[in-house]
């Protein structure tokens, strides 16, 4: 079957990317082989519209039946850093290599030192993708802060109990001052205690908000920890689905002088439970360092996948 190619072109688009990706991630059995749907809500309306800040008609790209039916849609998460999300009734190799060669052609970028470079992501045990990716030139980057550990949890076995920590609460996030001290929080906790930063966060706080803006935001999966004072010490974010019953946990983090107490680990539990009488099946969260995918395994468990980027340099010396 003859796919067409084409680039994003409106705001309908979005909407049908979002279906598309919630089919897929039943037809992949819940299973983190494609973007989560959250993860293109998060993406569009923060990591893009507030950091990246890149046209989106050039960073999405789709293959589409003459019916109008979606095979593939390939997403840039940063420059350079793309994502392929293919339906598995049209997984092929003739499609996968289409999908490649559009990124190298479209969707390069030039690296830190100087060269024109591509990463593409495939599952670490994908060995399809692999072949195909080692024949174009590609090479996999297994080590490094862009690998991603798909952490997940079935939701349908048991879980640990609710922990109780002195001198803190654990409750959905509140309004008004609160919503500034969340935002300074994140601050302080992505960008190891920098004060400026987390001012910034606070007195423009618009980004916030656009997270908000995200169809699947819920206040009551915005979870805190709050200290006696009143200062929030960690923080995460869940996304419920409830098309495909399943979840993700984005963002995650606590507060330098909070840390190795147990509140990341708290929330996240909470999380899980507030989930689960929802009738969520699976939940997920990505972890990329060492002490995060250390986090993660203590509260989701044994079970993830690895996501690789692989590497091609498009110029030469």
Known sequence: MKLIQRNYQSEEDYWRIRTFLREVMLQNQRREWSWHVARLDYWYWFVNADLEKLPVEEQIIFWETEYGEI???????????????IHPDFATNALLQEVIQAAEERMQTTAKDGRRKLWFYADSKDSDAHTV????????????????TQHRRSLDEALPELPQIPGYTIRSLGAGLEFLE????????????DIAVARDNRDHPEWYHHIQSAPLYRRDLDLVAVADDGSITAFCTIWFDDFSRTAYFEPVATVPAHQRKGLGKAVMIEGLHRLKAMGCKVAFVGGYSQAANALYFSVMGADHDVSEPWEKVLDHD
């Not at 969340?182 to 205690?193: E, I, K, T, V, W």
């Open 182 to 193: 969340r935002c300074y929080a994140s601050g302080l906790g992505f960008h190891q205690d």
């Open 71 to 85: 095979a593939a849609v390939l997403t840039a998460e940063a420059a350079g850093l793309v994502h392929p999300n």
């Open 133 to 148: 990716l080692s024949s174009r030139g590609f090479c996999r980057v297994e080590d490094g802060e862009y690998v991603e």
